[in-house]
């Protein structure tokens, strides 16, 4: 049962547009959700995080929106570069619990 | 700051051989992990331990084993390498458990 699901395997976007990497969770009962980002030949390195009491955080270019009633969050890249093709996972959780993490979407920005 | 590293980097094994994966970690954090990731599965957890001395087991820990004597390192041991255990190894840490995880780079192991 995979409680954290990312539908798309993979997106491609121009270089300057906005790439939209979605992520949908089945357990209500999580509070804490993240994105992380992973290279070719990398570990995934933390990207950035929401807490159940938000519903929108943002870093720079990068944004969380969550929408707790769908069960749904979503990073928004913008604009989108180069640089930023990788692989994206979702992961999820409760207090005292572990990370529950996506399937990861390959994200290719062109330029 | 190395954060958290891996050895190897990669590895080639017969079925049947053994091999032990390290994980240093220099934060200090308590939780440290190791995963795989396969394909379209994501990153899955085989074993994890809360702090020096303890483990527990993941969602896919048969085949596996770890050891937490250091409270920076962490082993993970394939006493009986199987072709369903070529995959790539991520070994994590955090200072809670619930919390942002850092990973290391990887280690490539491939069973034929």
């Known amino acids: 049962d995979q409680q954290v699901k990312q539908n798309s395997p993979s997106l491609s976007v121009q270089e300057g547009r906005i790439s939209i990497l979605n992520c949908d969770y089945t357990?209500?009962?999580?509070?804490?959700f993240l994105w992380y980002k992973k290279y070719p030949a990398e570990g995934p390195t933390f990207l950035i995080s929401?807490?159940?009491?938000?519903d929108k955080n943002e870093d720079g270019r990068f944004t969380v929106f969550l929408n707790k009633s769908a069960k749904h969050l979503s990073l928004h890249i913008v604009p989108s570069q180069p640089g930023d093709s990788a692989v994206y996972f979702c992961?999820?959780?409760?207090?005292?619990?572990?990370?529950?993490f996506g399937g990861g979407t390959r994200l290719m920005v062109k330029p | 700051n190395a954060g958290v590293t891996q050895t190897p980097k990669f590895r080639v094994l017969k079925t049947g051989q053994s091999m032990t994966l390290l994980c240093a970690q220099d934060?200090?954090?308590?939780?440290m992990y190791w995963y795989r990731q396969d394909p379209g599965m994501g990153l899955r957890l085989i074993h994890y331990?809360?702090?020096?001395?303890?483990?527990a087991k993941g969602e896919v820990p048969d085949g596996y084993n770890v050891s937490r004597l250091k409270k920076q390192n962490f082993l993970l041991g394939l006493e009986s390498a199987a072709p369903s255990q070529t995959s790539v190894y991520f070994c994590?840490?955090?200072?809670?458990?619930?919390?942002?995880?850092?990973f290391g780079p990887g280690t490539r192991l491939l069973v034929l």
């Open positions: 994590a840490s955090s200072s809670d458990i619930s919390r942002t995880q850092y």
């Open positions: 357990n209500s009962m999580f509070d804490y």
């Open positions: 929401i807490s159940s009491i938000k």
């Open positions: 992961a999820a959780n409760n207090a005292g619990n572990m990370l529950t």
């Open positions: 934060m200090n954090h308590e939780y």
């Open positions: 331990s809360v702090g020096e001395g303890t483990t």
